[in-house]
């Protein structure tokens, strides 16, 4: 088949599915992207990013092309040669929530023909790509993975807002639930990124997704607890934190902060402890420990604000609070699962009144604080 024909279809048009979109179709791909929200598809195919790593002109040029359009109508999946799943994985009640991916496979599997590769971005469950994708696309297919069409797992490396590490440049790690698959799938990216990494399977591409998260998210728990208990000691945390990092080995920094946010650790490291709960019936307690630090920390950040005004002789009910930054990371608008909307919560609660300044945020995304 000539390369410059093949037409692949990203589903789902969020932080991850869109510069994916972009990224493919400047590799000289004919892209599709489907996403059930309307609003998404109308600014996509009106030249209007919704995406920080995505600029406008960028966009605009891609569809004026002729060469990128997006969709709602699942008639217009028809005649992929690559389809990529990146949907979202939230939690629902604590437990991961695969009903998006479900859908997807569902729609995807109705349009699978014979040669096609179908590939997993979406952050998932070690063994979901095999145990749930596979069934779902073979039945709706009446095809066999492996041996009619290709399947593998890629999982997303995303920064949202990074100006260094983005689509093109960050490493990649393919894999296939076998070897034509894992072929397929690393012939797809090498035209995409500038470098892919092939691994073993798709639970390995998995779980090295949720190793990445939970690496983190275990490590800025640990500096937030060690910003509370260097409070207690009378310890200035940002002295023996920049001490600690002039050891050329052995340490990498990780700084406190008022909790995690974003889609990835708020949520992916969860998938992985309840994968082990599950599947070995034993509790991965670094994580466990890290979501209740994390998690527990607009709380402390309000009560270091209290005992402060208290100290001046001042009331928090009442009083005027500056929030400065309201996304959950600096240099970024991305306000997903950010802690400072809990800390805006606690303090709006107390009677305090809450005006938040962060020119990187659309002033709708503050949900009602005040700018």
Request: with cysteine; proline share 5%.
């Amino acid at each position: 088949m000539n390369e410059a024909t093949e037409r692949v279809l990203v589903v789902g048009l969020g932080y991850v599915g869109l510069p994916l979109a972009v990224g493919a179709w400047r590799a000289g791909y004919d892209v599709v992207g489907y996403d059930l929200d309307q609003s998404r598809v109308r600014r996509v195919m009106s030249g209007q990013s919704y995406v920080e790593d995505v600029a406008s002109a960028d966009l605009a040029v891609a569809v004026a092309s002729g060469r990128l359009e997006a969709t709602s109508r699942e008639e217009s999946l028809d005649a992929f040669d690559v389809a990529v799943i990146a949907v979202p994985t939230p939690l629902s009640d604590g437990n991961p929530d695969l009903r998006f991916v479900r859908r997807a496979a569902d729609a995807v599997g109705r349009h699978i023909r014979a040669g096609v590769t179908v590939i997993v971005e979406s952050t998932v469950c070690p063994g979901t790509t095999e145990e749930l994708v596979a069934p779902i696309l073979e039945d709706r297919s009446g095809l066999a993975a492996g041996t009619d069409f290709q399947l593998g797992y890629s999982p997303e490396r995303i920064d949202p807002g990074n100006r260094v590490w983005h689509l093109a440049n960050t490493p990649k790690l393919v894999s296939g639930v076998d070897e034509q698959s894992l072929k397929a799938v690393q012939q797809f990216y090498d035209r995409v990124v500038s470098k892919t990494v092939p691994v073993a399977s798709p639970a390995v591409a998995e779980l090295s997704k949720l190793i990445e998260n939970t690496y983190r998210h275990v490590n800025i728990a640990l500096a937030n607890e060690l910003a509370v208990v260097a409070n207690d000691l009378g310890i200035d945390i940002w002295d023996a934190l920049d001490a600690a990092a002039t050891k050329p080995f052995g340490f990498m920094r990780f700084d406190p902060g008022p909790g995690v946010g974003g889609h990835c650790l708020p949520i992916d490291p969860t998938y992985l402890s309840w994968r082990v709960r599950r599947s070995v019936g034993t509790n991965f307690r670094f994580v466990e420990l890290a979501n209740d630090i994390n998690d527990h920390m607009p709380d402390y950040v309000v009560r270091r604000l209290t005992r402060g005004l208290n100290a001046r002789r001042k009331c928090l009910n009442g009083s005027r609070v500056l929030l400065l930054g309201f996304a959950y990371k600096k240099n970024t608008g991305d306000v997903r699962e950010t802690p400072a909307r809990r800390v805006a919560e606690l303090l709006s609660s107390a009677g305090t009144h809450v005006t938040v300044a962060d020119p990187c945020v659309p002033e709708g995304d503050c949900l009602g604080v005040e700018r």
